[in-house]
């Protein structure tokens, strides 16, 4: 998984939208301590960043080097680097020893794991019986506009649509039917719960978002450009005089704790 990001973790770090500062202080309110989070598959750190104001402590892990080197340093967020599988004593030697995590996070990214794994190391590092694990994926932006959006959503759904892993085309169709062996938290249910995440984009903003996709990666190294250019001269047509649009995307968030 790791390898699909190498190569454009420049653009992934200036072309995707930052998380809503709400997403964090709803699933903050969930933990009754905040002394440690472990932010999965944490990329360039953007969602530890925010974790990092909420919590003493955060451990940021990625089985990519080359993010992690575009990760902003904070005094109070340790990056690790982690191989793609670990054993549960490597689990504790990298993230933290068993109980001790208030919190864990894994954005855009559940998807690419083992579950069944996974989730036995989430249950052996989590605090009992409060500790929280939060998922969340995010859709393709939108502008509401009608032309733009039609674009959009041609280059994301079929011309890219070859591209994909089945992995990452599995999060747009069944994330919510995923497996999540988890409590709720304080409701009757483990979500999703919504949240919209709002952005000012200029087009080459947009286009550096698109180069950021992994599918965008994976049909460049097969020799096919996506963003041709009568595809970029429709994008610039639908987009017109303006500067900069407000692009907005659904955040679909599952939260849950573990068992007593």
């Known amino acids: 998984m790791a390898e699909l990001f190498e190569k454009q973790a420049k653009q992934y770090v200036d072309g995707r939208p930052s998380y809503p500062p709400q997403l964090f202080q709803f699933i903050a309110s969930k933990t009754p301590s905040h ?28 089985a ?63 605090k009992k019986p409060h500790g929280v694990i939060a998922a969340w994926r ?15 959503h041609q280059l994301y759904f079929f011309d890219l649509d070859p591209y994909w892993e089945t992995k990452s085309r599995s999060v747009r169709e069944k994330f919510l039917s995923f497996d999540f062996p988890f409590v709720p938290v304080d409701t009757d249910h483990t979500g999703p719960f919504e949240f ?19 599918a965008y990666q994976t049909a460049k190294e097969k020799g096919v450009e996506i963003l041709r250019e009568d ?22 968030l599952r939260i849950g704790r573990v068992s007593d």
């Open 35 to 62: 002394h440690r989070a472990w932010d999965v598959a944490t990329g360039n750190g953007q969602a530890a960043k925010s974790l990092a104001a909420l919590y003493e402590n955060v451990i940021a892990t990625d």
């Open 196 to 214: 919209v995440m709002e952005t000012m984009m200029d087009l080459d903003s947009l286009f550096t978002y698109i180069r950021s996709l992994s």
């Open 64 to 126: 990519s080097e080359k993010q992690l080197e575009f990760a902003e340093k904070i005094s109070n967020v340790r990056y690790e680097y982690t191989p793609p599988t670990m054993s549960l004593a490597e689990l504790e030697q990298i993230v933290a020893p068993q109980g001790t995590i208030d919190l864990v996070t894994i954005a855009q990214a559940l998807h690419w794991f083992h579950l069944p794994t996974f989730y036995e190391q989430v249950k052996l590092v989590l």
């Open 138 to 152: 995010y859709d393709l932006p939108g502008f509401c506009d009608a032309v733009l959006d039609s674009i959009l």
């Open 231 to 252: 595809v970029v001269e429709k994008f610039k047509l639908a987009w017109g005089e303006d500067g900069q649009k407000v692009a907005r995307s659904p955040i679909y």
